[in-house]
């Protein structure tokens, strides 16, 4: 794959899941650093609280969490300065396929929607979509 991201965020309160896709990705070595989070909160606080740390490139988020789900998380993501937003490719990774969640999260014009699991090719159409 051509893209060679430096930081990829994967948002998941199944540790299987995480697992699973921190290991694809590594196989596919699209990204330096690969960081996981089973809380949406913790996520967004690490990633965009007052910490100085550059953007991540790609943030995948579920959509059914504990604590904050992934729709309050693209809420707090979309609040943030388009510039700030600018440099990160949101996309939904979910096993939701219920209509009333893709038309919510349609309302995302910049957000990306998957259904689980997370495949080789997957990633790749995402890949050649958003980072070319």
């Known amino acids: 794959m051509s893209a060679n991201l430096n930081h990829i965020v994967l948002v998941d309160d199944n540790e299987t899941t995480s697992f ?3 290991r694809l990705l590594g196989r596919l070595a699209v990204a330096d650093q ?5 809380r949406a909160d913790e996520a967004f606080e690490k990633l965009w ?3 100085g740390s550059p953007a991540p490139d790609l943030v995948f988020v579920d959509l059914k969490m504990p604590g904050i789900s992934g729709f309050e998380f693209l809420e707090l993501y979309n609040a943030l300065p388009q ?9 939904v990774l979910t096993t939701s396929m219920h209509g ?5 999260v349609a309302m995302y014009p910049n957000v990306e929607y998957l259904t689980k699991p997370l ?3 997957k990633m790749r159409k995402l890949l050649e979509k958003r980072f070319q």
Do not use: H
Not at 34 to 38: E, L, M, R
Not at 83 to 91: F, G, H, R, S, Y
């Open 119 to 121: 495949t080789e090719e």
């Open 49 to 51: 609280g007052d910490t």
């Open 100 to 104: 009333a969640d893709t038309a919510r």
């Open 20 to 22: 699973l896709n921190n």
């Open 34 to 38: 690969v960081s996981t989070f089973s």
């Open 83 to 91: 510039p700030v937003q600018d440099k990160t490719v949101m996309a």
